[in-house]
Nanobody, 121 residues
Framework: QVQLVESGGGLVQPGGSLRLSCAAS????????MGWYRQAPGKQRELVAD???????NYADSVKGRFTISRDNAKNTVYLRMNSLKPEDTAVYYC???????????????WGQGTQVTVAS
């Protein structure tokens, strides 16, 4: 079994910063892509950023230049540094990891439980 545990959400003022973390644990052989989605009330879940096992990154246009995704492969952890936060960044943020389990089964996407980010004054 594989678990993803997120941390780092909270309330921040516009223009402020937060860093989200997501650690994967369990019966992991390899982790491929990792990333973050978000879902605001009444809206569909959208991709925020992702990062491949080699470090290649991809960002939503709405966060380019403000958010930075990174990963520590030794810790099976992905991070999302969020700067210059705006009220429209308010959402529940979900991390994911594409994992091949130790059983050498097929690659599966696992999700974190979600962490609330609220940007308000």
């Amino acid at each position: 079994q594989v678990q993803l545990v997120e941390s780092g959400g909270g309330l921040v003022q516009p223009g402020g910063s937060l860093r989200l973390s997501c650690a994967a644990s369990g019966s992991i052989l390899s982790i491929y892509a990792m990333g973050w989605y978000r879902q605001a009330p009444g809206k569909q879940r959208e991709l925020v950023a992702d990062i491949g096992s080699g470090g290649g990154t991809n960002y939503a246009d709405s966060v380019k230049g403000r958010f930075t995704i990174s990963r520590d492969n030794a810790k099976n952890t992905v991070y999302l540094r969020m700067n210059s936060l705006k009220p429209e960044d308010t959402a529940v943020y979900y991390c994911y990891a594409d994992v091949r389990p130790e059983s050498l089964g097929t690659i599966r996407r696992y999700w974190g439980q979600g962490t609330q980010v609220t940007v308000a004054s």
